[in-house]
Structure formats: C-alpha cells, structure tokens
C-alpha cells in the first residue's frame, strides 16, 4: 500500500473521529440532555411514587380502580396488537412482493396516524358510532355499544398504532426481495409453505420489533382512548386515563404510583426492543458480509 493510500486512509479516520475536544463537548451535552429530560423525570416518578412508603405505594397499584386499568389496558393491547400484526404483515407483503395500481397510495396511507392527531381519530369515531353519529341509531336499535365501552377502546388502538408492524417490514422485505420466493415456488411450496418456511424466518426478528412498538404505543395512549372511553371509572379507564383522573383529584401519590408501572412495562418493552434491534443489526450486519 502506497504513502498516499496511508495518509488519504488516516485522514478519513481523523475526519471521522473529529476533535477532540469537540468530541468531548458534545458527548457531554448528550448526556446532559438524557439526564435533563429521561433520567430526572423518572427519578420523580419513581421517587413520588415512594413519598408516603411502600404501603400506600402497593395500596395504590392494587386498588380496584387500578386493578380494572390494568386489566382493561391488557386486554386492549392483547387484542389490537395480534390485528395490526395480521395487517401489517400482510401490507407489507402486498407492497413489497407484488406490483399493483394504488400501491404508493396504500403505503401513504399506512403512514395516516403518524400524522392525525390521535384526539381527531377519537372524534371520527364518536361520529361514527357515537348515539348521535352516523350508525348510532342502527348501534342502539340491536343493543351494540361500540364508543364508551371495550370495542370503540380498541378500534381507537388499533387506528394509533397500524404504521408500526407494516413500516418496520416493509423495507425490510422490499431489500429481500422475491428470489427466495420464486426459488420455493419453482420447487412446489403452496402460499403458505413459501411464508411459514421463507419468508417468516426472514422478517421474524424485524416482526418481532415492530410489535414491541407497536405494544410500547397501545399500552401508553391516551388522546384517542380519552375520546372514546368516556372515563368510566373502573369501566373504561385504562392505566393512563387512571394516571390522569388521580392527579386529578390531588391524589399525586397514587397517581404516581400507578405512573410507575407503567414506567415499569415500558422499560420491559425498551428492554425487548434492543434485544430484537441488535439481532436485525446482526442479522444485516451478516448478510452484508456474505
């Protein structure tokens, strides 16, 4: 290797790492900016949760108010996950295995709750299937509930969080590509022996990420759910509209009691999230290499 080759290749690599200084500066400021904003809040979370001892701490979690929250938070996640999971991967293999007119639209509009305000999705569907809204009277004539009761809960869910499974697979099965697919299809595997034994095996750890957020953002929201839930107390409230209700009512203890279980899952969920990060990372790390 020549000279110039040495010192072009060094200077990359001191362009790369930059100063010093100015390297120090702004891993400095980083962390400065995570404790200001992450750490410090969570520490007053957990922190006010603690105030009056762990009595009131585990009174508070096993209220039943707060029992219900969370059983009604669970339920909402365990159903609109398995659904947007359905759809996405099957959204994702549409726009990425298949040619079709409407198909930029469909990808848009994936992409519609990132930009609606999840108060306005609330609404829509208070309009829809609220007493007064557009099904309401047929609703009421067969003595179905949809807004103020469990499904107008999880059709607000479910509408938050569709981008999440389809916008994490989509790429990744578009880099992919169809050859895999083809080559099984030559051999005579059916439509579900070429997803179960090709396609699944490919994407499961990208699926895998998409539903942790997917569940990271069911079980915190709270615009859309606020709308439709009606704030039935031990009916309707989930864990964050609980939160609210408690602080509300000056109960800051309990409040942030409750607060921190919900701190608690969402470290759980980040938990699972770098898992199945670092394993794509991995996986694409290798295939790049081969």
Request: overall charge neutral; hydrophobic content about 55%.
């Amino acid at each position: 290797m020549s000279s110039s080759t040495v010192s072009a290749a060094q200077a990359a690599n001191a362009a790369r790492r930059g100063s010093p200084v100015a390297r120090r500066v702004l891993i400095t400021l980083a962390w400065l900016f995570f404790a200001l904003f992450l750490l410090l809040p969570l520490f007053i979370v957990v922190s006010q949760a603690l105030k009056a001892g762990a009595g009131t701490f585990f009174s508070a979690m096993l209220e039943p108010d707060a029992l219900s929250a969370l059983k009604l938070t669970v339920l909402a996640v365990a159903i609109s996950v398995p659904l947007n999971l359905v759809f996405g991967v099957s959204a994702a293999w549409c726009a990425s295995k298949y040619e079709f007119r409407g198909k930029s639209l469909l990808i848009t509009l994936i992409d519609l709750p990132f930009s609606v305000s999840p108060v306005i999705a609330g609404l829509v569907y208070i309009l829809m299937f609220g007493a007064r809204g557009v099904l309401g009277p047929w609703l009421s004539d067969h003595d179905i509930q949809i807004v103020f009761a469990l499904p107008g809960i999880v059709l607000a869910t479910i509408f938050v969080t569709v981008p999440f499974v389809a916008r994490e697979l989509i790429p990744l099965m578009q880099e992919q590509g169809t050859q895999e697919e083809e080559a099984a299809r030559l051999l005579g595997a059916n439509g579900w022996q070429m997803f179960w034994h090709v396609t699944l095996p490919n994407i499961r750890w990208g699926l895998i990420y998409g539903v942790v957020l997917c569940t990271a953002r069911a079980m915190g929201e709270f615009g859309a759910v606020s709308v439709v839930s009606g704030h039935i107390r031990g009916v309707t409230n989930t864990l964050p509209l609980h939160v609210e209700i408690l602080y509300n009512e000056y109960n800051h203890v309990a409040a942030f009691a409750v607060a921190s279980l919900l701190l608690a899952l969402a470290l759980f969920i980040l938990l699972l999230k770098q898992w199945s990060e670092s394993r794509i990372n991995r996986l694409r790390h290798s295939a790049a290499e081969e």
